[in-house]
């Protein structure tokens, strides 16, 4: 599951995020930049679920299927 941090943000929310999912996680997830959004990428459920319940205020989740030709959001 992909999830997009909200504009404003940067590399120490992420690296809060990154700590949280490590301790309380399972730890499987990646950060990648894509022009000059940020994402955080997770490849499990227990990871997702701590996303949408804990970091909802950070973090939008992010369709993968682009539909309109537009990048996704």
Do not use: C
Request: hydrophobic share 35%; no cysteine; charged share 25%.
């Amino acid at each position: 599951m992909k999830f997009l941090l909200h504009q404003g943000l940067g590399y120490s929310t992420v690296h809060q995020i990154g700590s949280y999912l490590r301790s309380r996680g399972a730890g499987h997830h990646w950060i990648e930049r894509y022009r000059g959004d940020i994402f955080v990428f997770v490849s499990d459920a227990v990871d997702e679920e701590i996303l949408r319940s804990k970091f909802a205020s950070l973090l939008d989740a992010v369709n993968d299927i682009d539909t309109d030709g537009t990048r996704p959001r």
